[in-house]
């Protein structure tokens, strides 16, 4: 089982003809990911060739979804054009819409995900490295060579440390990993992940990674001490972090206390999650936990 995402789900890319679509677009191929077209006006009705794979470019979502049946589209394109992207695909009716572009204005964010959520499509990101459930299906830049099928959910903030903990974690594997991306505004949240992860029945320990900045973290540890009867393992990005610096994602803000990895810790641990203070020591807290119930 995965959340989601599934061996079953049809994948559209939205700019699949761009530099970055063509890349990660033969890479999900070679994940097993069904992709089953792209979208480009300009280009509609010619077929891209992905080592000896024919992908079919549409020239809308709509189209492309009715052709194939699509229910889960791949947002590449640049951040101006996102908020159309985004909304064109809600029209389309897709079910889930992950959107990897970064930079997208936060007032566009907040437009689309209120339009999108409005007629049923889910959004991952922006701004993020999407989802993957190995072995079955990899929608975004998400490695797929660094893991296996198993069972620990992961969601996370930080690409970089979802790879990091995807791949010290390779030996025991994931049922579904994903980037909710670190904007200040995002689709998918850690609640609703966790929310996921809880009713699904191969996923036995959810690893939940944040990082400094605004109280989704915090929201995140009241929903498990109220729903999340699984064990729960956490990181916070940004322990070392300098008072007074900017640092990372357009959400790590920090004002006073609140929003620090100490006061997120503290938060988590309140309702029995164990944190971690660095990736490798979170790693092995995930091993003890599996192996040991501790």
Known sequence: MAIFLTRESKVLVQGMTGGEGMRHTRRMLAAGTEVVGGVNPRKAGRSIDFDERAVPVFGSVREGVEATGADVS????????????VMEAADARIGLTVVITEGIPVHDSVVFHAYAAARGTRVIGPNCPGLISPGESNA???????????????????????????????DIGFSTCVGIGGDPVVGTTHIDCLAA??????????????????????????????HVTKPVVGYIAGFTA????TMGHAGAIVSGSSGTAQAKRKALEAVGVRVGGTPTETARLVLDRLENGT
Do not use: H, N, W
């Open 74 to 85: 791949v947002v590449f394109v640049p951040p101006a054009f996102a908020k159309a992207a």
């Open 140 to 170: 975004g830049i998400i490695p797929a060579d660094i893991t296996k099928p198993g069972r620990i959910g992961l969601v996370s903030k930080s690409g970089t440390l979802t790879y990091q903990l995807m791949y010290e974690l390779r």
């Open 242 to 245: 300098p008072e007074g610096k």
């Open 197 to 226: 992860f809880q009713e699904d029945p191969d996923t036995e320990l959810i690893v939940l990674i944040g990082e400094i900045g605004g109280d989704a973290e915090e929201r995140a540890a009241a929903y498990i001490r109220d």
